[in-house]
């Protein structure tokens, strides 16, 4: 939960957002993925098409399927 945030914040989270298919395929590390199947913000669905761009060969994707946008706290 972010209590308070700016212009700036949101903007630069549209910026990361935007980019995230590029970056993905350039990631070439070992790379793990968790994912929450009831994410009423980001779909498990839209995660898996994005973990497919990743440009490692060495890399995981585990989806919670019950749980929600903040896996720790489930």
């Not at 060969?57 to 706290?73: F, G, I, R, V």
């Amino acid at each position: 939960h972010i209590r308070i945030f700016s212009v700036r914040f949101l903007l630069r989270l549209g910026d990361l957002i935007g980019s995230s298919e590029t970056l993905a395929r350039k990631v070439e590390v070992p790379i793990l993925v968790l994912a929450a199947g009831k994410d009423v913000f980001v779909h498990a669905e839209r995660i898996a098409k994005w973990f497919d761009l990743i440009g490692s060969n060495d890399k995981t994707l585990h989806t919670y399927h019950e749980s929600c946008h903040l896996l720790w706290w489930d």
